[in-house]
């Protein structure tokens, strides 16, 4: 289901000149996407992982991204901070994957979720920030192999 959104959103995204509900539309899809992820890997989680180092680590990363996001926003501050806390939270629950599943499947998705995060936060910036050099490929090359880690890393479980 996170890929059939994802493609959604891929293809909502490819609109964006036609109308701002196509951007609305794709980060919707988007956000599905990360929350079934987010769904699969709680399933897997390793109970006994206590990941709040790294959940402070997002939390900064976070903080910081929106600093610098948060002028351009205007009418998207909300979606927006729903948005990043999704994105944060699947990059958390990869993390907290370790040991419970083989690790190159860990290794693997959770490679695939921090660089789902970095596209994300490539278009965001992009978008809300200032223009970056090369964003179309930036952003889809690390989508790309994102998806791929995370699609091989579930292939790798036993």
């Known amino acids: 289901m996170a890929l059939i959104c994802s493609l959604l959103g891929d293809i909502l995204l490819m ?3 036609h109308s701002a509900y196509f951007f609305m539309g794709g980060l919707l899809a988007f956000l599905t996407a990360h929350i079934f992820y987010v769904l699969v890997f709680l399933k897997q989680r390793n109970k006994s992982k ?3 180092v790294f959940m402070g680590l ?3 990363y976070g903080i910081l991204l929106f600093y610098f996001l948060r002028d351009g926003l205007n009418n998207l ?3 927006v901070i ?3 806390i999704v994105i944060l939270s699947m990059a958390t629950t990869a993390f ?3 040991g419970q ?3 190159n499947s860990y290794i693997l998705v959770f490679v695939g979720a921090i660089l789902f995060m970095i596209s994300d936060s490539i278009l965001a910036l992009n978008k809300f920030y200032q223009p970056l050099p090369f964003t179309d490929f930036s952003i889809m090359f690390t989508y790309g192999f994102a998806q791929l880690f995370i699609v ?3 292939l790798k479980q036993p």
């Open 82 to 84: 729903i948005y990043m």
């Open 152 to 154: 091989l890393g579930f």
């Open 96 to 98: 907290l994957r370790q």
């Open 50 to 52: 206590k990941g709040w």
């Open 15 to 17: 609109f964006t000149n």
């Open 101 to 103: 599943v083989a690790k």
């Open 77 to 79: 501050l909300y979606p």
């Open 58 to 60: 997002m939390l900064v």
